[in-house]
């Protein structure tokens, strides 16, 4: 008997001082180490298996909110009255295209919503055709032009208008049996050839993306010029206008930065804005919540792109959180989210697609991300939330810079732009 009293007071001990540390109303961190997720035990084997050795991944600690015990809403069940159509997620393997599939991803959902049709639209043909646009672009500058794989939401409406698109299923970019796409031995060779094409002054353009695409097709198969899809003949461009059935102009890019003027379509300024597009509509932050909360609640999905390398970003329980040691929400304004922009802590990291969301019980906004990445499916192909991260109201004000969204999401602000 004396055993067992010991024993309750001493559970009734853990338990005060956990429910104390909770009600404290402190988030706490952690150091935890690095340990190999999806991207080395599935992606990265893949890749290795045809091309390479493994290389040892070298462990590191690195720091975390501790999320354990908190009640999140990590479950795609708890938005399963708030979900809107959407493929189910797709890996982008070992390649810096989130841009793409997210973008892409977005488009399908919009084919269903206007058209009541489920499509799966190949995100490599438009990825194809970026790198054969930035090899144009590394040419006019005379080599000052970024040429890499990241590129940003509007890039893929820009290569439909210019190519069009085509089913998944008539060019998936994937050749040789592979599982997962790999674009490090690509890009290494076109960057050589470029780099090689600038150290001898040889702009001969034609030449030059001849070139860009003879390797483009050895890695990822020459894309077509025309296709039969569910009994009917297509081109690209035909595919796109009669199939898919969007228009284009129909989709806005929407941004929220105070180092350009609000109520303006501005420059988005990042690297992956390699053309320098100066169509962004950029507003304040409140009426960029306003226009996301808006048009989720109203049906609307969006891609959506930003910062994912913060201490409250968990690959643990796929939530995206905004600790209190980095900012108490009540504190987080234009200024806030500026000043993260400019000292380069948030960054344009990663596309997404926000397909969901969900209110809890204090009326705060919770959204479900669709994601590509390796860093959503460290949790298991078996389990539900398998490729989604859930983003709380204060991660996306914080830290995701812009959205690509229909223009009808846009339409009660467009009279204050200049």
């Known amino acids: 008997m004396k055993k067992l009293m010991i024993a309750l007071v001493a559970v009734m001990v853990l338990t005060a001082a956990f429910v104390h540390a909770q009600e404290d109303g402190k988030d706490r961190a952690k150091f935890k180490e690095y340990e190999p997720g999806y991207y080395q035990n599935f992606i990265l084997k893949d ?3 045809v091309q390479q050795k493994q290389k040892e991944v070298k462990k590191h600690k690195y720091f975390q909110m ?12 708890d938005y399963k009255d708030h979900t809107y159509w959407h ?3 797709i890996s982008q393997g070992n390649t810096g295209t989130c841009w793409c599939f997210s973008t892409t991803s977005f488009y399908e959902s919009e084919v269903h919503r206007l058209f009541d049709k489920d499509v799966r639209i190949s995100e490599m043909f438009t990825v194809y055709w970026e790198y054969v646009e930035k090899a144009k672009g590394y040419v006019e500058t005379r080599g000052k032009s970024l040429f890499d794989e990241g590129s940003e939401s509007n890039a893929v409406t820009r290569i439909y208008k210019k190519y069009g698109a085509v089913p998944r299923s008539v060019y998936d970019g994937l050749i040789g049996g592979r599982k997962f796409f790999d674009h490090s031995g690509m890009m290494k060779e076109m960057r050589t050839y470029l780099e090689s094409v600038k150290a001898a002054n040889a702009w001969n353009e034609d030449e030059i993306i001849a070139t860009i695409k003879s390797i483009l097709n050895y890695y990822m198969g020459e894309p077509p010029t025309e296709f039969d899809y569910e009994g009917q003949h297509y081109t690209p461009k035909s595919f796109l206008k009669d199939y898919l059935q969007l228009n284009m102009d129909d989709y806005v890019e929407v941004l929220s930065y105070l180092q350009q003027p609000f109520w ?3 420059e988005y300024e990042v690297p992956d804005n390699w053309w320098h597009s100066k169509d962004y509509y950029n507003v304040p932050l409140d009426v960029y919540m306003e226009v996301i909360n808006d048009a989720i609640e109203k049906g609307y999905t969006m891609s959506i792109g930003g910062d994912v390398s913060e201490a409250g970003f968990s690959r643990e329980t796929n939530t995206a959180l905004i ?8 504190y987080i304004n234009d200024n806030a989210r500026q000043f993260r922009f400019s000292n380069k802590t948030t960054t344009d990291d990663h596309g997404m697609h926000m397909v969901g969301y969900l209110k809890d019980k204090e009326g705060k906004m919770w959204y479900l991300i669709k994601d590509s990445s390796s860093g959503s499916r460290n949790i298991g192909e078996d389990s539900p939330e398998f490729g989604y991260y859930f983003f709380s109201e204060e991660y996306v004000k914080l830290k995701m810079m812009g959205v690509t969204i229909h223009k009808d999401a846009l339409k009660k602000y467009m009279k204050k732009f200049k």
Do not use: M, R, T, Y
């Open 264 to 266: 303006q379509q501005v």
């Open 87 to 89: 493929n189910p997620p």
């Open 47 to 49: 890749v290795h298996a």
């Open 323 to 330: 600790p209190d040691f980095d900012i108490p929400s009540v």
């Open 66 to 77: 501790d999320q354990e015990g908190l009640d999140l809403p990590n479950k795609v069940v």
